[in-house]
């Protein structure tokens, strides 16, 4: 069977993979502040970048409860923002690797970067190895040569 590739650049822009980081703030309504401000470590108004996450709601609401109300107006608000990308890859490499079910996606994308697939696999066990091996077959992927795409990366 022939590769599909070797890709040397892609006429679209690049669609990477995110993550998403979520994590929950309070907001601090205070009369005459104008600009957005967030509970602080230290329990003061801080600007979005310094102030203090909490991984649920839960545990936002438990901090507002210890809170000295004073003055102000408390809100939870979830955060959530895009971090990546984590993989750069032109958009044919893309579609195929979102075509191919989970466990073995894993293994193409590692022989996409270079990886020795092949040696990792049949030291694990080789009737894993096989396996692997024939499901990519499928979607065009010899792990048992090395990778011969190239990346051009900016």
Same mark, same amino acid.
């Given at each position: 069977?022939?590769?599909?590739? @070797?890709? !040397? $650049? *892609? +006429? +679209?822009?690049?669609? #990477?993979?995110?993550?998403?980081? %979520?994590y929950w703030v309070i907001r601090v309504y205070q #009369?005459?502040? =104008?600009?957005?401000?967030?509970? &602080?470590?230290? +329990?003061?108004?801080?600007?979005?970048?310094?102030?203090?996450?909490? %991984?649920? @709601?839960? %545990? $936002?609401?438990?901090?507002? $409860?210890?809170?000295?109300? /004073?003055? /102000?107006?408390?809100?939870?608000?979830?955060?959530?923002?895009?971090? /990546?990308?984590?993989?750069?890859?032109?958009?044919?490499?893309?579609?195929?690797? !979102?075509?191919?079910? *989970?466990?073995?996606?894993?293994?193409?994308?590692?022989?996409?970067? &270079?990886?020795?697939?092949? /040696?990792?696999?049949?030291t694990m066990a080789p009737r894993t190895y096989y396996?692997? =091996?024939?499901?990519?077959?499928?979607? &065009?992927?010899?792990? *048992? +040569? @090395? *990778?011969?795409?190239?990346?051009?990366?900016?």
């Amino acid at each position: 069977m022939t590769e599909i590739f @070797p890709v !040397m $650049a *892609s +006429k +679209k822009p690049e669609i #990477p993979f995110y993550y998403d980081n %979520s994590y929950w703030v309070i907001r601090v309504y205070q #009369p005459r502040q =104008r600009e957005a401000r967030y509970l &602080g470590e230290r +329990k003061e108004p801080v600007p979005l970048q310094d102030a203090r996450q909490f %991984s649920s @709601p839960i %545990s $936002a609401h438990r901090a507002i $409860a210890r809170l000295n109300k /004073g003055n /102000g107006l408390y809100e939870v608000e979830s955060i959530t923002e895009m971090v /990546g990308p984590l993989y750069t890859w032109p958009e044919e490499i893309t579609d195929l690797i !979102m075509q191919i079910p *989970s466990p073995y996606m894993y293994a193409a994308m590692a022989w996409f970067e &270079g990886d020795d697939v092949c /040696g990792r696999l049949k030291t694990m066990a080789p009737r894993t190895y096989y396996r692997y =091996r024939k499901r990519l077959l499928e979607f &065009g992927i010899d792990i *048992s +040569k @090395p *990778s011969t795409v190239i990346v051009l990366r900016k």
